[in-house]
């Protein structure tokens, strides 16, 4: 009986450090992600000779266009081209402290409902809205403005799930040079924000660097962190699916990167992921070749190489392909597609 207290012990503690870790329905950890498929071959290059794109844009998809976001131009800071065959259509949006001009842009959200797309502008405190139909007939034209943004609270990427209501990454300015991002409702007509209920106990709130992107399709959106190996799978209520833990969860070194950017592509979760890697001395990020593919319950199925240090991407559901874009060299590719 002593013999048999004895052993107990270490089996007790063995079983509390085991606990610990162990994935559970709300709590996945996913520590290695050893799956992974080489697709550098089939990387196909869009070419785009003309107009000269800078390496700090966006990718968004519309109706039958792709919109390429430049932030770095001197003149148009929107392009559109033929989603398709990649052939250039027009621009908008110029740069510049007129009234029809953008002079700080934010991130494009597509309305495909009403054939539009929204942009916003943090130094007009607008978001400006782009009527497709305009867009393509008239070169000289000139947006709305759809709404004024509040400065103490504000949303910086937003997706709308319905006529009114847009899931938000949602900006909260704290302390000197500091900022909360937060998932949260907005109502388009109202301006009225509304946050979401659950919020991670571990993420303190000077540390927390994270984006929100959404499926209306499957009723859930994804909140992915930056700075941890994390990704929260929500309702679009605010209620907590799971949590993804990846391997380098326990790391809290602010100067790594994660996650970049989350696509919902039909019944699967697409991330583009750095998995951990370091800030250079100049602060810009590196970023990461891989995409981390998870199913709707956020496990995990398969990691694609890419060979090109993303940036951004987009899914095109009519072709079953990504759109791709990288911070290029003079000699690198800048954009290009991966059939799925």
């Known amino acids: 009986m002593l013999m048999n207290r ?7 503690l063995a079983l509390v450090v ?9 709590e ?3 520590r290695r992600r050893n799956n992974i498929i080489d697709v550098r071959d089939k990387i196909t290059e869009i070419k785009i000779d003309d107009p000269i794109l800078n390496s700090l844009n966006r990718l968004y998809l519309i109706e039958d266009y792709l919109i390429i976001q430049d932030f770095q131009a001197l003149d148009k800071l929107i392009h559109l081209f033929d989603k398709n065959d990649f052939s250039y259509v027009t621009g908008v949006g110029y740069r510049g402290q007129g009234p029809d001009e953008l002079t700080n842009m934010g991130y494009i959200t597509v309305d495909k409902a ?6 916003n502008d943090y130094g007009k405190q607008k978001i400006f809205v782009y009527h497709l139909d305009s867009v393509l007939s008239n070169p000289a034209y000139a947006p709305e403005v759809k709404m004024e943004i509040n400065e103490t609270i504000f949303p910086s990427r937003f997706q709308l799930i319905n006529d009114s ?3 938000c990454r949602i900006i909260e300015p704290i302390g000197t040079n500091n900022f909360k991002p937060m998932p949260g409702k907005m109502n388009m007509n109202t301006g009225e924000i509304t946050l979401m209920k659950y919020e991670h106990p571990k993420i303190k709130t000077d540390r927390k660097r994270s984006s929100v992107a959404a499926s209306i399709e499957h009723g859930l959106y994804a909140e992915y962190y930056e700075r941890f190996d994390l990704m929260t799978l929500c309702t679009l209520d605010g209620d907590l699916i799971c949590n993804i833990y990846g391997p380098g969860w326990k790391n809290d070194d602010r100067r790594t990167k994660y996650y970049q950017n989350v696509v919902f592509c039909g019944d699967k979760i ?3 992921y750095s998995g951990g890697k370091p800030f250079d001395e100049q602060m810009r990020s590196i970023q990461g070749t ?9 496990n995990y199925i398969h990691t694609l190489e890419t060979g090109l240090h993303i940036s951004d991407f987009c899914y095109d559901g009519d072709n079953n392909r990504l759109l791709l874009s990288q911070y290029a060299g003079d000699n690198d590719i800048q954009f290009a597609y991966l059939p799925l």
Do not use: N
């Open 6 to 12: 004895f052993w107990s012990i270490p089996m007790a």
């Open 18 to 26: 085991c606990s610990c870790t162990v994935s559970t329905e709300t």
């Open 28 to 30: 996945k950890y996913q």
């Open 114 to 119: 009403r054939h539009s797309f929204y942009v």
């Open 165 to 167: 209501i847009a899931i």
């Open 270 to 272: 697409y991330a583009s």
């Open 290 to 298: 891989k995409i981390i593919v998870f199913d709707m319950q956020g």
